[in-house]
């Protein structure tokens, strides 16, 4: 499975943006997906994940409430809606595929970032 993310960009504080991770392969549905995101001199963090069928979701406390993600098997893409954005929301956002968790060891697949910038 290959994915790439996209979507990223510059936006001002309280604005939004929507990342999608497209999939190759024939296999996506098999895999739950999760955006994870890496700020400059930072740790890489999770974000949300989302389960195999899209019923289950769960975020990290920091974008509970403006962050919403979501996918299509059909289109073989995820999303990530970000709502609300902060100064603090800047990083490089990966979108993973693998076994529902918060932890990148849980993960096999990851794409190449995309890039958001929130000014303040």
């Known amino acids: 499975v290959q994915l790439q993310a996209s979507g990223g960009g510059l936006v001002q504080a309280g604005g939004s943006l929507r990342l999608s991770c497209a999939a190759s392969g024939h296999t996506f549905s098999s895999y739950a997906m999760g955006w994870f995101r890496q700020a400059p001199g930072k740790e890489r963090e999770f974000v949300a994940v989302i389960s195999r069928s899209g019923g289950s979701t769960y975020y990290a406390d920091s974008v509970k409430g403006r962050f919403t993600i979501s996918r299509d098997n059909a289109k073989n893409t995820v999303y990530l809606q970000t709502n609300s954005l902060k100064p603090e929301d800047t990083a490089i956002y990966s979108c993973?595929?693998?076994?529902?968790?918060?932890?990148?060891?849980?993960?096999?697949?990851w794409g190449q970032g995309t890039l958001v910038t929130v000014s303040g």
């Open positions: 993973a595929g693998g076994s529902y968790g918060t932890v990148p060891a849980t993960y096999y697949y």
